[in-house]
């Protein structure tokens, strides 16, 4: 057995039925590079079952400690059925984008089953009408429990199940796995005891090494580094209160080397901050639309991986983060960019003085059984509309392979990514980059956002703006001819 972090943990005690904590993608396949041109849903349930060993979330479940007493364990689960993990659908004609949008965020709404392992595949067919690709393409919505993966662990699932030839899978072996037995709740109880007997100890060891990072943090003001005059609530949107049941979907694609040359038009800016820069135009444009701008800036929390070179195959979460201002305030593109930038540099230098890793580990101390009271009442009570929330939306970016993958022969054509939304927090923003495309998807309560292809379009419209001023025209050469 192997117990939650407190972290990992957080995500099964801040699940309501409004709320599922699960994070997923949408990888879109063409099944004319497979043996034969085809894949069957036999074969990819056969597929799947060979590479089940290289990801220790596709067997594990949760065993919950009565009245949350402590944090959960992760066990093997006896019980484990592939076929209750792999589903299978189709759209219906024409099966164009705006079908797949709704169906997948359909699906996305539905929690997992917390007494099985924490994931889903659901294979969608009938993508025959979607602009870019080719006829007889599928889709594999995969679902699973933020509890077990963050968005680099996610990236070492992912590479479980491809490949990178079509023809040569390179199957894992099988391995030796076995089954646990359930604990018995006396067990469990033992366990809570003597981890409760080393919490003062761990909390002292902590506290011990965020003592120096708070100096440094001092320091680091006291010099002009790092500024804390930006550091307060954000403004209260439309997207900042509580969330209901159901769920909107888009993605906006876009081509890497755009991002790539745009980041070059403010000394030090990075692909993160374009992407930023870019939500950022998108919300003012879509609030825009609605009368509903507000007069300060907007802000995002951004995930920071804190883990380390070893820890890459680790089960759970280690990730931090830092809010920046995303400049919705400003009309004009490259000054929100350089606003943007100022803002990331400042908020991770505030965060790497107090130490990313130190933050992180504080999660560890959270009372289990009054997080999920806490986070019920919250929930219930409605408390996110009374008031400003910490920051608007999240942007969380995952790296992708840049070479083509292949699922069970089937080249992948495109891929997206989805994510949870919770009480006073109903938009996030999912970057995932793939050969040469870099595509913003975003997941949405869809009573705060009716209109999510207003949205995307806001987003496309906020690149196209920032790629017209950061990327001037080539000018023609010199002596020659210009068409009219």
């Known amino acids: 057995m192997q117990q939650l972090s407190g972290q990992d943990a957080s995500f099964v005690y801040l699940e309501t039925p409004h709320t599922p904590m699960h994070i997923g993608s949408v990888g879109i396949y063409d099944p004319s590079t497979a043996p034969g041109g085809f894949v069957r849903f036999k074969d990819i349930l056969d597929f799947v079952g060979s590479r089940l060993g290289g990801a220790r979330s596709f067997r594990q479940r949760l065993v919950r400690l009565p009245l949350d007493l402590d944090h959960p364990y992760w066990i093997e689960d006896p019980a484990f059925d592939i076929e209750f993990h792999i589903r299978h659908i189709a759209l219906p004609a024409p099966g164009d984008w705006r079908q797949l949008c709704i169906q997948v965020a359909r699906l996305h709404s539905r929690p997992l089953d917390l007494s099985k392992p924490l994931w889903e595949f659901t294979i969608i067919e009938g993508l025959d009408n979607i602009e870019g690709l080719p006829k007889g393409c599928f889709a594999l919505l995969a679902k699973v429990h933020h509890a077990a993966i963050d968005g680099m662990s996610g990236v070492e699932l992912s590479a479980a199940i491809h490949d990178l030839s079509p023809d040569k899978p390179n199957r894992i072996a099988n391995d030796d796995w076995a089954a646990d037995d359930l604990p018995g709740v006396a067990d469990l109880l033992v366990k809570s005891y003597f981890n409760a007997l080393r919490k003062p100890l761990q909390y002292a060891e902590t506290m011990a090494r965020a003592v120096p990072g708070l100096a440094r943090l001092s320091q680091s003001v006291s010099k002009g580094d790092v500024s804390l005059a930006n550091q307060k609530l954000a403004p209260k949107t439309r997207l900042n209160g509580k969330v209901g049941p159901h769920r909107v979907f888009d993605a906006v694609p876009m081509p890497l080397a755009d991002i790539r040359a745009i980041k070059d038009a403010v000394p030090g800016a990075t692909v993160n901050d374009v992407i930023l820069a870019i939500v950022g135009g998108g919300l003012r444009h879509y609030l825009q639309g609605l009368g509903e ?78 997080s999920g009271i806490a986070a019920r009442l919250y929930t219930r009570l409605g408390a996110a509309n009374a008031h400003a929330p910490v920051f608007n939306t999240v942007v969380t970016n995952v790296p992708g392979s840049r070479v083509p993958l292949y699922f069970a022969g089937a080249r992948m054509v495109a891929m997206y990514g989805l994510a949870p939304v919770f009480d006073s927090m109903g938009l996030i923003n999912t970057i995932y980059s793939y050969v040469d495309t870099i595509a913003i998807s975003f997941t949405a309560d869809r009573e705060m956002m009716p209109d999510p292809a207003a949205y995307a379009d806001g987003l496309r419209k906020a690149y196209e703006e920032l790629k017209a001023a950061a990327v001037p025209a080539a000018k023609p050469k010199k002596g020659a001819k210009q068409h009219a």
């Open 293 to 370: 701008l507000p007069a300060e800036t907007m802000t995002a929390m951004a995930p920071i991986s804190v883990r380390a070179e070893g820890e890459k195959a680790a089960l759970g979460n280690l990730v931090s983060a830092m809010v920046v201002g995303l400049g919705t305030h400003i009309g004009d593109p490259i000054e929100r960019l350089r606003y943007v930038h100022g803002e990331a540099v400042n908020s991770k230098a505030l965060t790497n003085a107090v130490g990313a890793r130190t933050l992180t580990d504080f999660s560890q101390f959270m009372p289990a059984g009054l």
